[in-house]
């Protein structure tokens, strides 16, 4: 923390009662008595009280920073914790700027070192509004303290009202006494194991002699209840860092060497739910990943950083599966409910792994969430592809050449045609070159004028261009904009934006206008 600069102090360890509110001033009625602030850098961090931009009461603090660095506010609360403690966070943030800003907590082992600097964070996702945000903070098997805090990074203007921290009991509370540890089903090629301790499941495949065990990249998970009926297991899971119960059905497939797991559960949803949990990988294994054109990333290897990948849109995954084999054996899970889901790797034990992530839906948990899981005993990432084929089939979403030719017998120029992407005026006179040395499937892919296209068809090319429905500006600002781009669908103005929980639509990024701000 060099070049660190503190505003104000006044700490304390404070002691309550599970529930009660730890942080005296909460609302900064008594001013900024028993909070500090901290920036990475010197002299670009301000606070004061507001008493006209308020959630509540009288005041709110006012933050203004100027770096392009960390910044942090915490209250007077540094709590004593045990491994399983659970700790809720809230407050109410209004944020501009395009910095970022979180609730969170760090937390501390026995010899006062940092476990974590931003355990829980839950970052703010509305700006210019007031907005709540709220966690919970589980004390991991090293951790003895914890300090909340809110923090942030880049430049940013932020109010901050009604912070509240409180005990939330111990994990060990929540489960069932009779619970057995382990319930199972099994057909003639697969053996299912959950594990009711850590809500972790593993699966055996009986033809290889393989298991597959999952591993938690937290303990936020806790099982409420489980039973088992014929081939199904079914259990009420806990998650204790956004409150949500989530109920969890395991089916079994009689025959094959598939389970398929439904998640349900009602109620807000204020970040993303990453159950189940990922299957643990061992050393030659790799993971299967359909992004673009499909990558794989060696399990071992140390430079491969950690990513999320959404499984809606661009800049994720292309097609609604995953998986991990050694070049033969190996699982994969298809996203039978891709909607709102996206897929997490990470590391544990040194090894990338890979696990599913349900968003929320308006703040929701909203629909049932649905994914498969497929062991193999042989094929590698081939015989991945292929049953993701005979999937995409059944639900309706393969069409192959053959019979979107009898359509469009266009088709037949496609199949080994180069695709060009080429600004260069003179598309025909390149085109006819290359025409004359041989090449004679061609796909043009940049937009050219009516006439053009005209001169390329009869030519024999196919004729497309880059299209993308994504960003759109009200037509009112047109006259304040230095230019308008052609990809702009300015028809969905304004029904067919996107928005968010509270009914605002969405921001992309800044045009500068005329007169240098920012649209």
């Not at 491994?83 to 407050?91: A, F, K």
């Not at 266009?410 to 045609?417: P, S, T, W």
């Not at 296209?453 to 429905?469: A, K, M, P």
Request: proline share 4%; glycine share 8%; with cysteine.
């Amino acid at each position: 923390m060099k070049s660190s600069v503190v505003l104000f102090l006044g700490f304390s360890i404070l002691v309550a009662n599970a529930g009660e509110n730890l942080v005296a001033n909460s609302g900064f009625e008594m001013g900024t008595n028993g909070w500090r602030a901290w920036s990475r850098d010197v002299g670009v961090l301000t606070t004061s009280l507001d008493s006209q931009e308020i959630h509540s009461g009288r005041f709110a603090l006012r933050l203004v920073h100027h770096g392009q660095k960390d910044w942090s506010v915490e209250p007077a609360v540094l709590l004593d914790v045990q491994p399983g403690d659970i700790v809720r966070l809230e407050c109410w943030v209004k944020a501009q700027g395009s910095g970022s800003v979180s609730l969170c907590a760090s937390t501390w082992d026995k010899e006062g070192r940092v476990i974590s600097w931003s355990a829980g964070d839950q970052t703010a996702s509305a700006p210019a509004f007031w907005q709540h945000l709220g966690t919970r903070v589980i004390a991991t098997e090293n951790a003895r303290q914890f300090q909340p805090r809110l923090i942030g990074y880049g430049p940013s203007e932020v109010w901050l009202d009604d912070f509240l921290a409180a005990r939330e009991g111990n994990l060990s509370q929540l489960r069932a006494a009779n619970l057995p540890g382990h319930l199972v089903v099994s057909n003639q090629v697969l053996a299912v194991d959950f594990n009711t301790r850590d809500a972790n499941f593993s699966a055996r495949d009986l033809r290889v002699n393989r298991t597959w065990e999952q591993k938690a990249f937290s303990s936020r998970f806790v099982v409420r209840t489980a039973t088992v009926q014929s081939n199904q297991i079914q259990s009420l899971v806990f998650d204790a860092i956004t409150g949500a119960e989530l109920g969890m059905v395991a089916q079994l497939d009689s025959d094959l060497p598939e389970m398929t797991l439904v998640l349900s559960g009602h109620g807000e949803c204020p970040s993303s739910i990453p159950l189940p949990h990922p299957f643990a990988s061992a050393a030659g294994d790799y993971l299967v990943i359909p992004m673009n054109e499909g990558i794989s990333y060696p399990v071992d290897d140390a430079s491969i950083s950690p990513m999320r990948l959404i499984a809606y849109g661009g800049h994720g995954i292309c097609m609604g599966f995953y998986g991990v084999t050694d070049g033969s054996r190996g699982h994969m899970a298809i996203l039978e409910t891709p909607d709102d889901a996206a897929i997490r790797i990470d590391r544990i034990d040194g090894r990338l792994v890979v696990a599913p992530e349900w968003d929320s839906r308006l703040g929701q948990f909203g629909y049932a969430r649905r994914i498969r899981y497929v062991f193999l005993d042989r094929g590698g990432h081939v015989a991945m592809a292929k049953r993701y084929r005979r999937y995409a089939t059944e639900i309706g979403l393969r069409k192959t050449l053959s019979e979107k030719r009898a359509g469009n017998p266009n088709i037949d120029r496609l199949v080994g045609a180069v695709n060009v992407w080429c600004w260069e005026r003179d598309s025909v006179g390149i085109v006819k070159e290359m025409q004359a040395l041989g090449i004679d499937r061609i796909l043009w892919s940049n937009q050219q004028p009516p006439e053009r296209l005209r001169e390329l068809n009869d030519l024999g090319v196919l004729t497309s261009r880059y299209d993308i429905y994504q960003d759109v500006m009200a037509p009112t600002n047109f006259p304040r904009v230095r230019w308008i781009h052609p990809d702009w669908t300015t028809n969905a103005w304004p029904q067919d934006i996107i928005v968010n929980r509270r009914g605002d639509w969405l921001r992309g990024w800044g045009v500068e206008a005329r007169d240098g701000s920012l649209i």
